[in-house]
């Protein structure tokens, strides 16, 4: 399991997988791989963990449910491997990184590994999902492991940027404490609320200013 994650998260993910909801989810998952095609692949489930180390943390950005398309899921909130077209919501991202950040270009590829290593944890609640069936590993067990990976990032760190965008992210908001850290809110950037204030909410541009204030390298969210 270690070569899943980087070891810098042991401490925080070897006693969550060694709980009884842990084994269960783990052979929920394992009979859904016998059955049907599973996104993203065995080795990608705990990406995220693996290209941010714990200690590296500097932003959280937090979607529900990984891509259940042919190739879109690689274990990163939002993110497509290189070649794969753009989600509507990547697009959309990328739609406000240009008005937001000076001499951002909407990049070639919708891989944001280049964000993940440098700070960018790019978590989703739900690590798992069958193909082409939207939460279908929902409420099995994951949500409860990411919020507890979440409330141990905000115990342990400071100065830690958390982008909640859309209800159900803003809900994990309760699981930070915001005397530490520096929590942004907008609507989901999808095509039906991006209107409503994800476009002009200049989150990427805030998060820099709020970790150049507290000493810490901004992100470069150039691809």
């Given at each position: 399991?270690?070569?899943?994650?980087?070891?810098?998260?042991?401490?925080i993910?070897?006693?969550?997988?060694?709980?009884d909801y842990?084994k269960?989810?783990?052979?929920?998952?394992q009979?859904?791989?016998?059955?049907?095609?599973?996104?993203?692949p065995k080795?990608?489930?705990?990406?995220?963990?693996?290209l941010?180390?714990l200690?590296?943390?500097?932003?959280?950005?937090?979607g529900?449910d990984?891509?259940?398309?042919?190739?879109?899921a690689?274990?990163?909130?939002?993110?497509?491997?290189?070649g794969?077209?753009?989600?509507?919501?990547?697009?959309?991202?990328?739609?406000?990184?240009?008005?937001?950040?000076?001499?951002f270009?909407?990049?070639?590829?919708?891989d944001?590994?280049?964000?993940?290593k440098?700070?960018?944890?790019?978590?989703?609640?739900?690590l798992t999902?069958?193909?082409?069936q939207?939460?279908s590993?929902?409420?099995?067990g994951?949500?409860t492991?990411?919020?507890?990976?979440?409330?141990?990032?905000?115990?342990?760190?400071e100065?830690?940027?958390f982008?909640?965008?859309?209800?159900?992210?803003?809900?994990k908001?309760?699981?930070?404490?915001?005397?530490?850290?520096?929590?942004?809110k907008?609507?989901?950037?999808?095509?039906?609320?991006v209107?409503?204030g994800?476009?002009?909410?200049?989150?990427?541009?805030q998060?820099?200013?709020?970790?150049?204030?507290?000493g810490?390298?901004p992100?470069?969210?150039?691809l």
């Amino acid at each position: 399991m270690e070569k899943l994650y980087d070891e810098s998260w042991a401490p925080i993910l070897k006693p969550l997988m060694q709980q009884d909801y842990m084994k269960k989810l783990s052979a929920f998952v394992q009979q859904e791989r016998q059955q049907y095609e599973i996104y993203p692949p065995k080795d990608l489930v705990f990406n995220a963990f693996r290209l941010t180390p714990l200690q590296d943390v500097k932003v959280v950005i937090l979607g529900q449910d990984p891509y259940h398309n042919v190739g879109q899921a690689h274990g990163l909130s939002f993110s497509v491997p290189s070649g794969i077209p753009f989600p509507p919501s990547l697009k959309n991202i990328f739609a406000e990184l240009t008005t937001d950040i000076d001499g951002f270009q909407i990049p070639n590829s919708g891989d944001l590994t280049k964000w993940a290593k440098q700070g960018v944890l790019l978590l989703n609640a739900t690590l798992t999902v069958r193909a082409h069936q939207a939460a279908s590993h929902q409420k099995q067990g994951w949500e409860t492991f990411t919020d507890q990976v979440i409330e141990k990032i905000s115990f342990e760190l400071e100065n830690v940027v958390f982008l909640l965008w859309g209800s159900y992210a803003q809900k994990k908001s309760a699981l930070v404490d915001n005397k530490k850290h520096l929590i942004l809110k907008a609507v989901h950037p999808s095509p039906l609320s991006v209107y409503r204030g994800f476009f002009g909410s200049k989150h990427f541009s805030q998060v820099n200013a709020y970790l150049s204030a507290n000493g810490r390298q901004p992100i470069d969210w150039k691809l």
